[in-house]
């Protein structure tokens, strides 16, 4: 039994410190940085200097230059301005499309102003909108940029150059063409289309109408200013992100990307890859991205690069440059590449996967290692979701569903849970027989196994089971939008976040809020989710019999207390999937018992516990 006891208390000393790991690590550190971007998002404070301006090909010395160079900021800007002042500084063609709302700058020809009509800030329908990118000049400039590099082309469009546009408005099915000519008489035009979603199609065409040959290489990038505020779980990557061609998936945070080595021996650090094929490179956040899609039949050098500017702030940048190409006089060149700015909606990112054969687009969603669990995961969750309209009613469903499909093994393993427990007046007459001699005890052990077939290792199954669907879950919880601000039942509103109510503030009922509580807030906050799935724990250990060693006792009896706690801070939907997967154990173990013919000692284990704490004290 000593045996027994030591490796039943490592597996839940394990167990806790996973959990208590998580939330020292993670849960607490999390709701700092959610503090911190509520307020970034929210204030109005204005930085004393100007933010570094972009890296661009547009400026770059050379012909074929693996690192676009650096443009001047915009002359006469103020250092940092109002949203609407920036936006109000330039000409603009305005966006309009049922998923998006915002402008182009004619200045420049940048897509630098995206917000998201259908996603707001909070689960208060009357919250901001989600503004994705914003313009030079902002507290956080975050834009797209195509343009040219060439040598001996004279002057090529770069962030100051202020485009002639034919249309003032960009619609779905209503593409805008933007044109501009130099000294030398290379015409340049722009012609941008939007879907009803959010990719942009950007076809850039060159007219040679002067009298020599020119040297051309087109580029496009996505530059963001400042380093944001990021939740920091190990389990979600934000920062850059790319698949180029046979290189496969490229993710790099945004400290790993300062840390790189510098690129042509100047300020910026960075990686390239040289001649890759296929794929798009871009910046993430956990339910946004912006992604440049380069031709998918063309080599091109992709890279991130990361650049100190004149004040604290650091520029990144993924970059993509085509091959270069000499424009004969006469002749005319266009290259087509694509923006993608807006939200991950799976089924969205899915189809730009197939209808644009985008290299491993759908990666654009951190799936994670368990991409083979997840995804098809989301995907029975989402069709019970439209079948349902309700998230929450899709994970109880799901729940069944897992519950049936791993039926066989957990019915072997019950059985032989309901065996083992049918042997042990057995097993404890071959402790007590052979003493000491350990090797004997085994033996004897080992023939009652063979004896009853009995697998002394079945009981482990359902635990190890649930465990990668548990996390498979949880990773569908955190990174899919589809699943944020998704409400349940009741006071249940966004099961991608923990349970607002508490305990301890008597679920609402008297006015302060337990989670501000410096340090130990996050465990202040026990919902009514975490506790029902508390009781349903307790009730499966109740199911079994009352472990004789004192020590297992005490583990046993505060292990639903200690789990309660812990996953009070998870994502509410989490807590509901376990508390109902527990409740649904408990119906299957009690009917294999049954079945098998073994007592169920749920009641007598209540009783028991009611009548000690009912009974008086002995003086």
């Known amino acids: 039994m000593r ?15 996973i959990l208590l790991g998580w939330q020292y690590f993670f849960a607490a550190p999390q709701a700092e940085r959610q503090r911190q971007a509520a307020q970034q998002a929210q204030s109005t404070q204005v930085n004393p200097t100007a933010p570094n301006p972009p890296p661009s090909p547009s400026q770059a010395g050379g012909a074929s230059p693996t690192v676009p160079g650096t443009v001047p900021s915009t002359p006469m800007a103020p250092a940092v301005e109002t949203r609407e002042a920036a936006l109000a500084r330039s000409p603009r063609v305005a966006i309009d499309t049922p998923a998006i709302a915002g402008s182009i700058n004619l200045r420049g020809g940048r897509i630098d102003d995206v917000a998201l009509k259908n996603y707001r800030e909070t689960v208060d329908p009357k919250s901001p909108i989600i503004v994705l990118l914003s313009p030079t000049g902002t507290q956080n400039p975050y834009y797209a940029e195509f343009g040219w590099i060439g040598a001996q082309a004279g002057s090529l469009p770069n962030q100051n150059t202020v485009w002639t546009a034919d249309k003032t408005s960009l619609t779905p099915g209503s593409p805008v063409t933007l044109t501009w000519q130099n000294e030398q008489g290379l015409v340049f035009r722009r012609t941008i289309a939007v879907d009803d979603k959010f990719m942009f199609t950007v076809k850039d065409a060159v007219e040679n109408r002067g009298s020599a040959p020119v040297t051309l290489q087109s580029y496009s990038l996505v530059s963001r200013h400042g380093k944001p505020v990021t939740l920091g779980y ?12 046979d ?16 690129i042509s021996g100047g300020s910026t650090v960075g990686q390239i890859w040289n001649s890759v094929t296929g794929g798009f490179l871009g ?180 635990v190890l089971i649930q465990i990668p669907v548990f996390f498979a879950l949880y990773k569908v919880l955190f ?44 465990f202040l906050m026990l919902g ?48 509901i999937y376990w508390a109902w997967n527990n409740l649904l154990s408990v119906t299957q173990q009690a009917f294999i018992m049954k079945r098998n013919g073994v007592k169920i000692e749920l009641f007598d284990n209540l009783r028991k516990t009611f009548s000690r704490k009912t009974s008086p004290a002995k003086g």
């Not at 190990?234 to 061609?245: K, N, Q, R, T, W």
């Not at 290189?247 to 945004?254: D, F, I, N, P, V």
């Not at 109510?501 to 340090?519: E, K, M």
Request: net charge neutral; aromatic share 14%; hydrophobic share 45%.
């Open 283 to 462: 910046i993430t956040d956990k339910y946004w991205a912006a992604a440049v899609i380069p031709d998918q039949t063309q080599p091109f050098q992709g890279s991130f690069t990361s650049q100190q500017g004149q004040t604290a702030d650091r520029t990144y940048q993924a970059t993509v440059a085509g091959a270069s190409q000499t424009l004969q006089p006469g002749a005319t060149t266009e290259v087509t590449q694509r923006l993608f700015a807006g939200a991950k909606e799976v089924a969205t990112v899915d189809s730009y996967h197939e209808t644009y054969g985008i290299k491993n687009f759908d990666l654009l969603i951190d799936w994670g290692w368990f991409y083979f669990i997840t995804k098809p995961l989301f995907k029975v969750l989402d069709f019970f979701f439209h079948l349902f309209g309700n998230f929450g009613i899709a994970i109880l469903l799901v729940t069944v569903l897992l519950k049936i499909l791993f039926f066989p093994l957990a019915n072997k393993s019950y059985r032989s849970m309901a065996k083992m427990k049918a042997v042990q007046p057995e097993m404890a007459s071959i402790r007590e027989r052979y003493g000491d001699d350990k090797m004997k005890q085994q033996q004897a052990l080992m023939e009652l196994y063979r004896k009853e077939k009995i697998n002394p290792v079945a009981g482990c199954w359902p």
């Open 247 to 262: 290189e496969g998936l490229q993710e790099l945070t945004y400290a790993n990307l300062d840390k790189k080595e510098p």
């Open 479 to 522: 990174v899919t939008i589809e699943m944020r601000h998704a409400p349940f039942f009741g006071w249940v509103r966004d099961l991608a976040a923990p349970d607002p109510t508490s305990i301890f503030n008597l679920f609402g009922l008297l006015p302060y809020n337990p989670g501000a509580v410096p340090v130990i807030g996050h």
């Open 234 to 245: 190990y389990v979600l990557h934000e920062g850059m992100i790319g698949v180029l061609g």
């Open 3 to 17: 045996e027994d006891n030591r490796n039943l208390i490592v597996a839940i000393a394990l167990s806790l410190a």
């Open 528 to 575: 009514v989710w975490p506790i029902l799935m508390g009781i349903t724990m307790w009730l499966q250990m109740k199911m079994n019999p009352e472990p004789p060693d004192p020590v297992q006792k005490q583990v046993f009896s505060w292990m639903p207390v200690i789990f309660t706690f812990m996953l009070g801070s998870f994502p509410a939907g989490l807590v």
